[in-house]
């Protein structure tokens, strides 16, 4: 992820997250290991998560195999307590609605609350590693922008619009524990519940025990 020789990052500039995208994710998956996925019902994902104070070793090490279970479970964003860890970071692998790949972490995300004439509402499929198997349409603004550290600590602002947009959405929720079908109708809940219980998991996932 290209970054500022600064500390600081004037507030109306964006990470590049689009360079080099093949280089440095293959460069963490080889580093990381592969982690069984949580699913609906484990208690890390139903509240918010600790915030990142730590930026060092067992942080980049956490990143590397956050890329490399991501990877295996063939997702675009994968929360850290999607693999049990109860610390705010997330990290993507996802195109957006131009085809252009863009590749990062965020550490203690916050969304930004955007006015509403730039707010468009998009209405599309939306899945989840932690909800397996099951898809349900969730209506969410086409473009969105976090803000929050890298790895490193530094602070950074993240834009995304169409999927990427719905991405960063997705995963910042998880960091503050709601799933994607917690937005959903109590009907369109039970539905797709119904089809994670009478689907398989292509991917290790942690038991509920």
Do not use: W
Request: glycine share 8%; net charge negative; hydrophobic share 35%.
């Amino acid at each position: 992820m290209a970054q500022q020789d600064t500390d600081e990052r004037p507030s109306d500039e964006f990470v590049v997250d689009t360079e080099d995208c093949e280089e440095r994710e293959t460069a963490h998956r080889e580093r990381g290991t592969v982690r069984p996925i949580t699913v609906f019902g484990h208690p890390l994902l139903h509240r918010e998560v600790k915030d990142v104070t730590e930026f060092g070793d067992e942080l980049a090490a956490l990143v590397d195999d956050m890329f490399a279970s991501q990877r295996a479970a063939e997702g675009v964003g994968l929360a850290a307590n999607q693999i049990g860890v109860d610390l705010k970071v997330f990290v993507y692998d996802c195109a957006d609605d131009d085809g252009v790949r863009h590749v990062g972490v965020v550490c203690n995300p916050v969304l930004d609350e955007l006015p509403a004439e730039e707010r468009v509402l998009d209405d599309n499929n939306e899945g989840c590693l932690s909800v397996p198997t099951a898809y349900a349409e969730l209506a969410r603004p086409d473009v969105a922008v976090v803000r929050g550290q890298d790895a490193a600590g530094k602070p950074i602002a993240v834009r995304g619009t169409g999927y990427f947009a719905r991405c960063l959405q997705h995963e910042t929720d998880h960091l503050y524990g709601r799933l994607y079908i917690d937005r959903l109708s109590k009907r369109e809940r039970k539905q797709a519940l119904k089809m994670m219980d009478e689907g398989t998991p292509r991917y290790e996932t942690v038991p509920n025990d």
